[in-house]
């Protein structure tokens, strides 16, 4: 789902926006939503902009700006099929494509000369295996994983407490921080990246993750990494590869175990009832015992 303020500039600049409140109709929404429809927009950003709209009026009612809600009971658009995630087996396929290309990156410098383009070559390539690595491992939203620091990691947790938003450095989307524990694997990787590339260096490197150089002296953009992430899933052969994905591959398999509160805390959701919503489809189902109680009881004369 886009996000509420892209929403909001949306509805501003709408049409729609330019009713008043007070003359607000439930058809004034149903015209708006077959408009934007019509228009061609995707079935997420349709049902977002009525999310928005809808809370926005219970706000104003809440707040005694208006005396009722006009689109209390109205029956709102098609809402989007659930978060489509990389299957674990596309995951791995990823990260043996990384590995590989890491592989192959290293032995071009054994046997030949360490020009400027073979090490940009290898360092580009260890980049990519960290970011489907970490990814995958911690859950992070794209925003959040392009401004990891070193320093923000402490033997094996990391503190999650900045990110990116249209581009600007802020605090992450909940405004709060986390920590998360990382795999030893994926700390033992970080720490090699940056151990084999500060040794020949004759000047201090920046601590950026994810950067354009191996100075790291600067972070990489949040829809840089997105293009990294794109153009590895296709030298792989994934189908429609989304570095988001691996965030929903991380919430779906600790919600399909039965771990919703820890799906909440490593995604950094507000609230329990926001991984629901968007994880339903992945909670198990328990009821075995419900439905032979019922059978016993339908079964009786």
């Not at 886009?2 to 509805?11: T, Y």
């Not at 109709?25 to 061609?40: N, Y």
């Amino acid at each position: 789902m886009i996000s509420h303020a892209s929403v909001l500039k949306a509805l501003v600049a709408d049409p729609l926006g330019r009713h008043r409140l007070i003359n607000l109709t439930a058809g004034d929404a149903r015209a708006a939503i077959s408009r934007w429809q019509a228009e061609g927009l995707s079935v997420p950003t349709v049902s977002g902009r009525w999310l928005v709209l809808r809370s926005a009026l219970s706000w104003a009612v809440a707040e005694e700006l208006l005396r009722s809600n006009p689109l209390a009971g109205v029956r709102g658009p098609a809402r989007p099929q659930p978060r489509r995630h990389h299957s674990l087996a596309e995951v791995r396929q990823l990260l043996g494509y990384a590995e590989q290309e890491v592989e192959r990156a290293s032995a071009f410098l054994v046997t030949e000369p360490a020009s400027p383009r073979r090490l940009r070559s290898l360092f580009s390539a260890e980049q990519d295996l960290l970011l489907v690595r970490l990814a995958a491992d911690c859950g992070a939203r794209r925003g959040e994983l392009a401004v990891l620091r070193l320093g923000d990691i402490d033997g094996r947790v990391l503190t999650i407490e900045r990110g990116l938003s249209h581009g600007v450095l802020g605090s992450t989307k909940s405004s709060r921080a986390r920590r998360v524990t990382l795999g030893a694997t994926t700390v033992a990787l970080i720490r090699h990246q940056f151990d084999s590339w500060a040794e020949p260096r004759p000047t201090p490197m920046g601590d950026w993750l994810f950067a354009p150089t191996p100075a790291r002296e600067t972070f990489m953009t949040a829809d840089a990494l997105s293009h990294k992430f794109r153009r590895l899933g296709r030298s792989a052969g994934v189908e429609n590869p989304a570095l988001h994905r691996l965030r929903h591959g991380v919430a779906t398999h600790l919600v399909e175990k039965g771990k919703l509160l820890k799906a909440q805390a490593r995604l950094g959701h507000r609230d329990p009832s926001t991984t629901l919503r968007h994880y339903s489809h992945a909670v198990p189902l328990d009821d075995l015992d419900v439905a032979d109680e019922l059978d016993q009881v339908l079964n009786d004369r």
